[in-house]
């Protein structure tokens, strides 16, 4: 039978003479109470993870087996898969070149068709290039010979007189208004330019007719350019002077100044009549100031 911790516990022992201490024996008995109580628990703790390590080894045992199964059928499965993925690559890589070579012929095909299409392209292309040219090259003579005429149309004389200075055109035609109203008095009606004949006046222009003046010459400068560029008329009748600065010219007196002009007024002209004479444009080089005194000294004679 085996002896527990209670039965150490509980054992004594009979009194005799020179026997062993009896505190001594109790407290030893003690100790080994203790340290068996504690091997038996251990025993019982060991016994316990025994056997649940048993129980693991058993199900790790189950587990090889069927991890051995399952190697085995994995490498089956592997051989055969290599097998099928060798044939298929070889089936594929067999595909793959005939593809390729169809291809191959047919890009072939097609670079040629382009190749061929390009050149009959490029010939096109320089005939058209040549009829291009030969087109250029008739406008080409023909935009000279245009530009060539024109050019001789504004380095023709004439321009030289049109497009004189008005200021220069005013100080220096002085003579030219008076031969010309003289000749109008002597194809009209010489009686009638003798009632003025005597008839001496200065006349200083107004504001207003400063001011009409200048327009008419800045309208001249207008149509001139429009003119040149072939867009208007040189000249309209607006641009000629109007008999109301003409008639009153015997019944104006004013102070004369540094800038004088000489000429006979004859009262029948009519509104289309200019007292510039032959002048038929204004440049934009006229500057006339509206601020000072324009002074006409009229001399009619006979």
């Known amino acids: 039978m085996a002896i527990t911790a209670l039965d150490i516990k509980d054992k004594t022992f009979k009194l005799k003479f020179r026997g062993y201490s009896e505190e001594e024996v109790n407290e030893f008995l003690d100790i080994v109470v203790d ?3 504690q091997l038996t628990r251990q025993n019982r703790e060991q016994e316990a993870k025994i056997k649940i390590l048993e129980e693991k080894l058993a199900y790790f045992d189950e587990m090889k087996e069927s991890l051995s199964q399952s190697v085995i059928l994995a490498q089956e499965t592997a051989d055969k898969v290599k097998t ?5 690559s070889e ?8 593809q390729a070579t169809l291809l191959l012929e047919d890009a072939k095909q097609k670079a040629n068709d382009m190749l061929r299409d390009a050149a009959d392209e490029a010939k096109r292309v320089a005939v058209e290039t040549e009829d291009l040219k030969r087109q250029t090259r ?16 504004v380095n023709s004389p004439e321009w030289d007189e049109l497009l004189q200075p008005t200021a220069s055109y005013i100080q220096n035609s002085d003579q030219a208004f008076k031969d010309v109203v003289e000749t109008v008095l002597d194809n009209n009606n010489a009686p009638q330019a003798a009632d003025f004949g005597a008839t001496d006046a200065t006349r200083q222009f107004s504001s207003e007719e400063m001011a009409e003046l200048q327009r008419r010459v800045e309208e001249s400068n207008r149509q001139l350019e429009e003119t040149i560029a072939g867009q208007a008329p040189l000249l309209t009748d607006d ?6 600065l003409t008639d009153d010219v015997s019944s104006l007196d004013s102070t004369t100044s540094e800038d004088s002009f000489s000429f006979v007024v004859d009262p029948e002209f009519s509104e289309g009549d200019s007292l510039l004479g032959q002048s038929t444009a204004f440049t934009e080089s006229a500057d006339l100031n509206l601020s000072e005194t324009q002074t006409f000294k009229l001399n009619i004679e006979d």
């Open 138 to 153: 008739v406008f080409h003579q023909r935009l000279l010979s245009s530009v060539e005429s024109h050019l001789a149309l």
């Open 91 to 98: 089936n594929i890589l067999t595909h793959a070149n005939n």
């Open 35 to 37: 340290d068996y109580e």
């Open 239 to 244: 641009l000629l002077f109007d008999t109301s």
């Open 84 to 88: 099928s993925a060798h044939t298929e």
